[in-house]
C-alpha cells in the first residue's frame, strides 16, 4: 500500500516534467559530400506537445545543438628560439568536436542553468572533453581558448543566441549553415526544453554526413588499398606527363 | 567553382588550383626545373594541409619530369648509367626522408624542418645563380670568352669503385654520385620537391658532368625518386590527393607549352636571373614568416592515422 503510494507520488512528481514533449524533425538526414560540395542548409524544426495548457512560471526556451564527429586536437604554440619561432609547447584534448553549433531561442545564461550546462555539456567550453595525456604546461587555458577561437573563426565552432525562432511558446525552428570545410561522420542533434534554466525534455537524432561518389571511392581506395592508390595517382601523372609531351610536339609539327 | 579534396578534407576554388598549376607550368616550360619547390610553399599559403601539400606535391613533379625528360631523351641528353647510380643514392635518401618526415611530423617540427630547408637551400642556391648569371651577362657585355674548366682532378677522383659514365664523358667513383642522390633523396622527401635545382648545381660542380646531359640525367632520375617518394607517402601518411594533384597537373600541362614559347624569346641568362630572382623572393618570404612574430601563436594539428 505505502510502495503504491509512494509510485503514486514519483509518478504526479514526474508528470509535469513530462508535461512538455519536443516533437522533431529535420529537412534532411543525410548530407552527402560529393567534389562539388559547398556547404549544406539544414532545418531543425518541431513543436512542443502539451497535454494540458502551458504551465505558469518561468518562460519556455529552446536550445538546439548540432555536433560533429569528435577526435583528439593537438594544440601547438609558437615562441621564439634562438631568434626563430617554433612550435615549442603542445596540449593534447582528447576529443573535441570538429563541428559545434548551439543555436538558443533567447541569451543562454538566461534559460540555461550552468549546473545543467555541467550535465548536458550544452555551451561551446563544456562540449570540449578531457585532456589527453598529462599536461606539460603551466595553465592550459590560453591553448583550449586558442582551439574555441581557431574553429570560430573557421565557422565550426559558433553559438548563434536568438537564432531559434519560437512561435506562440509551441513551434520552433533553427536554420544552421555547415560549411564547406566539413568532414564526414555522424552529426548528433539535440534538442533541449528549458523552464528556469533546468531542461523539461530533449531530444536527439542523427544526420549522417558521408564523401558519395568519387569522393567516396577515392577516399576509401586510399585507406584500405594504400598502393594501388599510390599507383593509380602515379599512372596519372606519368600519363600527362607523356600526354603533354606527345601535345607538345603534335603542336611544333 | 569550390571542389572537395578527398584526402586534404578541405573546399578549395578549382580554377586556383588550376591557375596555380598554371603559372609553375609557366615557369616550369620557361626555367626547365620541375616546379616542386613552388608549388609546396603556395599550397601551404592556400591552406592545403602540409603533409598532403609535401606528399601531392611530390606526384605532381612525376607529371612535369616525365613530360620533360621525354623531350630529353629525343635529343640524347640522357646519360642512363649515371642516372641509375643517382638513383640507388635516391632511393635511400628518400626512405631516410619518409622516416625523418614521420618522426618530425609526430614531434609537431615538421613545419619548421620544410620551412628551414626551404630558406637554406633556395637561398643559397638563389643567391649562386643570381651570382652566376649576372657574371656571364658581365662578361658578354666585355665582350671576353667564357673559360672552360674541366675535368678538375680533386679529391673526388681519388675515391675506389671508379666507372664508366660514357655520355657524360666521366671515369669517375661510384660513391659521390650516390652521396648526391642520397642528399637529394631526403630533401625531395622532406620538402616534396624532385630536387632538380640542388641536383643540376650539384652534378656540374660535384661530379663534372657537361651541362648538356645535366637537365636530362636530372629529369631522368628525379621521376623514379619522386615516384617513389609519392608511393611511399601514400603507404605510410596516406596524404596523397590525387584529386588535388589532378587539377595541379592540368593547369601545369598548359602553362608549361606557354612557358615554353615565351621562354624561347628570352636570353638564357636573363630567364636565370628571372628565375634566381624567384627562388630569393620564395626563400625571403618563408625566412621572414620564420623571423617575424606570427599573426596566430597557436596552431591546430589533428593526429593522423584514424581508421
Redesign the interface.
Known amino acids: 500500500m505505502i510502495r503504491l503510494a509512494l509510485l503514486a507520488l514519483t509518478l504526479l512528481a514526474a508528470l509535469p516534467a513530462r508535461a512538455e514533449d519536443i516533437v522533431a524533425g529535420l529537412s534532411h538526414d543525410n548530407i552527402g559530400?560529393?567534389?562539388?560540395?559547398?556547404?549544406s542548409e539544414i532545418l531543425i524544426y518541431g513543436a512542443v506537445k502539451r497535454a494540458e495548457p502551458e504551465p505558469e512560471g518561468p518562460p519556455l526556451g529552446v536550445i538546439v545543438t548540432l555536433e560533429g564527429p569528435d577526435?583528439?586536437?593537438?594544440?601547438?604554440?609558437?615562441?621564439?628560439e634562438f631568434?626563430?619561432?617554433?612550435?615549442t609547447d603542445?596540449v593534447g584534448v582528447a576529443s573535441a568536436p570538429s563541428y559545434y553549433a548551439v543555436a538558443t531561442s533567447a541569451p543562454l545564461a538566461e534559460i540555461l542553468a550552468p549546473e545543467t550546462d555541467v550535465i548536458q555539456r550544452i555551451s561551446v567550453p563544456l562540449a570540449l572533453r578531457a585532456f589527453a595525456g598529462p599536461i606539460e604546461v603551466t595553465d592550459a587555458r590560453?591553448?583550449t581558448a586558442?582551439?574555441m577561437?581557431?574553429?570560430t573563426e573557421d565557422g565550426l565552432y559558433r553559438v548563434d543566441e536568438g537564432a531559434v525562432r519560437l512561435v506562440e511558446n509551441t513551434l520552433f525552428r533553427a536554420d544552421f549553415h555547415l560549411p564547406?570545410?566539413l568532414?564526414e561522420g555522424d552529426y548528433t542533434t539535440r534538442i533541449f526544453l528549458t523552464r528556469g534554466g533546468a531542461v523539461v525534455d530533449q531530444y536527439r537524432t542523427a544526420i549522417y554526413v558521408r564523401?558519395v561518389g568519387?569522393?567516396r571511392w577515392?577516399?576509401v581506395l586510399?585507406?584500405q588499398h594504400?598502393?594501388i592508390?599510390?599507383?593509380?595517382?602515379?599512372a596519372?601523372?606519368?600519363f600527362?606527363?607523356?600526354?603533354?609531351?606527345e601535345?607538345?610536339r603534335l603542336?611544333r609539327n | 567553382m569550390q571542389i572537395y579534396l578527398p584526402i586534404a578534407e578541405v573546399s578549395v576554388n578549382a580554377f586556383l588550383l588550376l591557375g596555380l598549376g598554371g603559372v609553375v607550368g609557366l615557369l616550369s616550360g620557361l626555367f626547365g626545373v620541375g616546379g616542386g619547390f613552388l608549388i609546396t610553399p603556395l599550397l601551404f599559403f592556400i591552406g592545403i594541409p602540409p603533409t598532403v601539400a609535401v606528399a601531392t606535391g611530390a606526384n605532381q613533379v612525376v607529371a612535369s619530369s616525365v613530360s620533360g625528360v621525354l623531350a630529353q631523351f629525343k635529343r640524347k641528353a640522357v646519360d642512363v648509367p649515371m642516372g641509375i647510380v643517382l638513383q640507388i643514392g635516391g632511393l635511400l635518401g628518400s626512405t631516410a626522408g619518409i622516416w625523418a618526415f614521420n618522426l618530425l611530423t609526430r614531434m609537431g617540427q615538421i613545419d619548421l624542418v620544410v620551412q628551414l630547408s626551404y630558406v637554406v637551400f633556395l637561398g643559397s642556391i638563389g643567391l649562386l645563380m643570381l651570382q652566376e648569371a649576372l657574371r656571364t651577362i658581365r662578361r658578354q657585355r666585355r665582350g671576353t670568352q667564357k673559360r672552360v674548366k674541366r675535368h678538375q682532378h680533386n679529391w673526388v677522383h681519388k675515391l675506389p669503385l671508379k666507372m664508366k659514365f660514357r655520355a657524360s664523358g666521366l671515369y669517375i667513383s661510384v660513391i659521390p654520385p650516390i652521396m648526391v642522390g642520397f642528399a637529394v633523396g631526403v630533401l625531395a622527401a622532406i620538402m616534396g620537391v624532385g630536387g632538380g635545382f640542388i641536383m643540376v648545381p650539384a652534378m656540374i660542380y660535384l661530379l663534372g658532368m657537361p651541362t648538356k646531359v645535366v637537365i636530362g640525367t636530372s629529369l631522368f632520375q628525379i621521376i623514379f625518386v619522386s615516384a617513389f617518394t609519392t608511393m611511399m607517402h601514400a603507404i605510410t601518411n596516406q596524404s596523397v590527393d590525387v584529386m588535388l594533384a589532378l587539377l595541379l597537373i592540368l593547369g601545369g600541362v598548359v602553362g608549361a607549352q606557354f612557358g615554353t614559347r615565351l621562354g624561347a624569346r628570352l636570353k638564357a641568362e636573363q630567364l636565370r636571373v628571372l628565375l634566381a630572382l624567384l627562388v630569393i623572393a620564395v626563400a625571403v618570404k618563408l625566412g621572414l614568416d620564420l623571423l617575424l612574430r606570427p599573426a596566430d601563436l597557436f596552431s591546430l594539428t589533428i593526429p593522423r592515422g584514424k581508421p
Do not use: D, H, M, Q
Not at chain 1, 577526435?71 to 621564439?80: A, H
Not at chain 1, 631568434?83 to 612550435?87: A, D, S, Y
Not at chain 1, 600527362?240 to 609531351?245: D, M, N, V
Open positions: 559530400i560529393t567534389a562539388s560540395f559547398n556547404g577526435g583528439p586536437v593537438t594544440i601547438r604554440r609558437k615562441s621564439r631568434g626563430v619561432w617554433v612550435n603542445s590560453p591553448f586558442a582551439l577561437r581557431i574553429r564547406a570545410n568532414i564523401r568519387l569522393e577515392l577516399y586510399s585507406r594504400a598502393a592508390y599510390g599507383a593509380l595517382s602515379l596519372l601523372a606519368v600527362a606527363g607523356w600526354a603533354a609531351a601535345a607538345f603542336l
